[in-house]
T-cell receptor
Framework: DGGITQSPKYLFRKEGQNVTLSCEQNLNHDAMYWYRQDPGQGLRLIYY???????QKGDIAEGYSVSREKKESFPLTVTSAQKNPTAFYLCASSPTVYTEAFFGQGTRLTVV | QQQVKQSPQSLIVQKGGISIINCAYE??????FPWYQQFPGKGPALLIAIRPDVSEKKEGRFTISFNKSAKQFSLHIMDSQPGDSATYFC???????????????FGKGTKLSVKP
């Protein structure tokens, strides 16, 4: 089945540790995105990538890093510099022409 | 100029009633307006979308109404059902003529509860 797979579904980390969230897609989409969702805040863009080996900062990139070494994969690292990392993280992809974004099922990160 | 304002924040409707969610945007260059539906613990899924060359688009019980001059668009859910209970997000972006010009700007969401 085609789609976007995020793993893990739940992630717990201690404060000060870096953590990497996985996102894989088999839709052959060029563009991939990471969003952060907090209650009452909607979806805020962290990073996006239009092609392999290229990515751009979104609205709230501070404390996050990404890589795009393969078309299918767009991992997100939440670094210790992110002041409030506990949130629901969503990965999405779309064809080059942005007509529809497909979302993964999300990863809920809790930092204690 | 990049904001999309969505209202109401929450909505309670009786089964069989009409649910109406409104969004307003500022950037007149936006040319693609999708609505997403999200169930708890899941990722959003595209529900319906509209381009500004039409004033209304209907898919089953879901209708988007678009008012270009007012820079507003709304989602109407007819004959609302308990299974429609979810959070709904409007969004806007600029697609242009030949490629992605920007990214989806989302509203803050409306939590819809349909009572049986």
């Amino acid at each position: 089945d085609g789609g976007i797979t995020q793993s893990p579904k739940y992630l717990f980390r201690k404060e000060g540790q870096n953590v990497t969230l996985s996102c894989e897609q088999n839709l052959n989409h060029d563009a991939m995105y990471w969003y952060r969702q907090d209650p009452g805040q909607g979806l805020r863009l962290i990073y996006y990538s239009q092609i392999v080996n290229d990515f751009q900062k979104g609205d709230i990139a501070e404390g996050y890093s990404v890589s795009r070494e393969k078309k299918e994969s767009f991992p997100l690292t939440v670094t210790s510099a992110q002041k409030n990392p506990t949130a629901f993280y969503l990965c999405a992809s779309s064809p080059t022409v942005y007509t529809e974004a497909f979302f993964g099922q999300g990863t809920r990160l809790t930092v204690v | 100029q990049q904001q999309v304002k969505q209202s109401p924040q929450s909505l309670i409707v009786q089964k069989g009633g009409i649910s109406i969610i409104n969004c307003a945007y500022e950037n007149t260059a936006f040319d693609y307006f999708p609505w997403y539906q999200q169930f708890p613990g899941k990722g959003p899924a595209l529900l319906i979308a509209i381009r500004p060359d039409v004033s209304e688009k209907k898919e089953g019980r879901f209708t988007i109404s678009f008012n270009k001059s007012a820079k507003q668009f709304s989602l109407h859910i007819m004959d609302s059902q308990p299974g429609d209970s979810a959070t709904y997000f409007c969004a806007a972006t600029l697609i242009g003529d030949g490629g992605s010009q920007g990214n989806l700007i989302f509203g803050k969401g409306t939590k819809l509860s349909v009572k049986p």
